[in-house]
């Protein structure tokens, strides 16, 4: 079993900056592809950015300029540096990852239990 634990959430006034971590512990032998995203009330679970483990990144146009993705594969952890936040970046942000737990296992999907953002204007 792997388990995703974020951090870094919070309230902070438009403008201002925040950072997110994850860190993914447990049964895991590599980790491929590692991302963020938010839902927000009444909305829709959104991908925010994207990292794969070579490092290529893909961001929600909503964000580009805005956020940073970075992983360490070494230490299993994905962060995402939010600058210039806008009230509409108000969610619940997720961090996710596809993970091998041994040599020959499939590929699973896990979810760490979200962390809030709230930008107030």
């Not at 388990?3 to 006034?13: I, T």
């Not at 499939?106 to 239990?113: A, D, F, I, K």
């Amino acid at each position: 079993q792997v388990q995703l634990v974020e951090s870094g959430g919070g309230l902070v006034q438009a403008g201002g900056s925040l950072r997110l971590s994850c860190a993914a512990s447990g049964s895991i032998f590599s980790i491929n592809d590692m991302g963020w995203y938010r839902q927000a009330p009444g909305k829709q679970r959104e991908l925010v950015a994207g990292i794969t483990r070579g490092g290529s990144t893909d961001y929600a146009d909503s964000v580009r300029g805005r956020f940073t993705i970075s992983r360490d594969n070494a230490k299993n952890t994905v962060t995402l540096q939010m600058n210039s936040l806008k009230p509409e970046d108000t969610a619940v942000y997720y961090c996710n990852a596809d993970v091998y737990s041994s040599g020959w296992s499939p590929l699973v999907n896990y979810w760490g239990q979200g962390t809030q953002v709230t930008v107030s204007s």
